[in-house]
């Protein structure tokens, strides 16, 4: 009679703690459901657009003009440039130690130095990359 008692015992506080277990263990995998929707829909709701690109081909640099046309801030991590005239290799510009933030609505125009040559009446691949990993591609000719 008492053993009975000890394995009912014994069988309630384990299955106790396999229940407290297992609603910790879905209550985790809940929230991290949940940051991923929620970086899902950050993505979605960014949009950009480049407005305006000046060359200076004597010192191989660009000015971007890009406005925010989304409606959540962007932080802008990296630049992509690639000549299509010559199949010249994608060059990468971090952009991150920059902290280029375009608010709502706001256009932001900053400088960058490549070493791909710049040539007057080619065609060139400028892509964008947020950090949310969102790419935002202007096929643009030197002008």
Do not use: C
Not at 14 to 19: C, K, Q, S, T
Not at 20 to 36: A, H, P, R, V
Not at 92 to 119: A, H, W
Request: a negative charge; proline letters at 1%.
């Amino acid at each position: 009679m008492i053993a009975e008692l000890m394995m009912t015992a014994i069988t309630v506080v384990l299955g106790v703690g396999i229940l407290f277990w297992g609603m910790n263990t879905l209550s985790m995998s809940g929230q991290s459901i949940i940051y991923i929707v929620s970086e899902e829909e950050a993505r979605l709701r960014e949009s950009i657009v480049v407005e305006h690109i000046i060359f200076f081909y004597d010192n191989n640099s660009l000015t971007l003009y890009v406005r925010n046309i989304g409606d959540i801030e962007v932080v802008l991590s990296s630049l992509f440039i690639m000549d299509y005239n010559v199949s010249s290799p994608l060059e990468k510009v971090s952009l991150e130690d920059r902290g280029i933030t375009i608010l709502i609505g706001d256009m932001v125009s900053f400088n960058v130095q490549v070493s791909t040559p710049l040539i007057k009446g080619h065609i060139y691949m400028i892509k964008l990359v947020s950090d949310r990993g969102v790419s935002y591609v202007s096929m643009v000719k030197a002008t």
